[in-house]
């Protein structure tokens, strides 16, 4: 069977490594995924966005992945920084349905120096 | 840029008063969410408005009532405050649908 990351609460890393943040959502008739950046006591702050027709997209050290198959998407973050320290959202919309993000449990990234 | 401005950013009431918070979307933005997000949790969607008119309706009580003004800034507000009403209030504003861009928050403590 196809191996599927798992989400996790909590993730730990060391500066210089690579990250990656995964999320199963919910909906299969969601047709548009986002990836949100939450620093404390701070609002979430978008990141990299991926619609349902395609599997890959790249950022600037940032890939998101998207898994229709098993509702699945993963959020790569190349040579992480101190910076990148913060909670990540994955977020959902069905259009057909509204515009509203539906968000997902968020994981906790602490890139140590 | 301009940003999405939220106001107050904090805010203590005690319980059964009311509150008002407010959102200013980024100029020319047409459409205004609210979301909930209580501590250690995900954000929440309460309300959309576009074009002034109400358009998604998420979990937001009955106690909580929202508009959005002649010029597109939104109210939230809120009566009969609950203990498990404090929490962190995002307003986020898009453009016909696209990328929501989240204002700073209203944290708001309920004693």
């Known amino acids: 069977g196809e191996s599927v990351g798992l989400h996790l609460p909590t993730l730990s890393v060391q500066e210089g490594d690579n990250s990656i943040i995964n999320c199963a959502y919910s909906n299969s008739a969601s047709d548009y995924f986002i990836w949100y950046k939450q620093e404390s006591g701070k609002g979430p702050q978008f990141i990299i966005d991926?619609?349902?027709?395609?599997d890959k997209r790249q950022g600037q050290r940032v890939t998101v992945l998207l898994n229709k198959t098993v509702k699945h998407l993963s959020l790569q973050i190349a040579a992480t920084q101190p910076g990148d320290s913060a909670v990540y959202f994955c977020a959902e919309i069905d259009n057909q349905a509204g515009t509203a993000l539906i968000f997902g449990k968020g994981t906790t990234l602490s890139v140590s120096s | 840029a301009a940003g999405v401005i939220q106001s107050p950013r904090h805010l203590i009431k005690e319980k059964r008063e009311t509150a008002t918070l407010k959102c200013y979307p980024i100029?020319?933005?047409?459409?205004v969410y609210w979301y909930q997000q209580g501590p250690g949790q995900d954000p929440q969607f309460l309300i959309s408005f576009y074009e002034k008119m109400q358009s998604d309706k998420g979990s937001i009580p009955d106690r909580f009532s929202a508009q959005q003004f002649s010029d597109y800034h939104s109210e939230l507000n809120m009566s009969s405050l609950e203990l498990g009403d404090s929490a962190l209030y995002f307003c986020?504003?898009?453009?016909?649908?696209?990328?929501?861009?989240f204002g700073p928050g209203t944290r708001l403590t309920v004693t």
């Open positions: 100029p020319r933005h047409d459409t």
């Open positions: 991926i619609r349902s027709n395609m």
């Open positions: 986020a504003s898009s453009l016909q649908g696209r990328e929501q861009y």
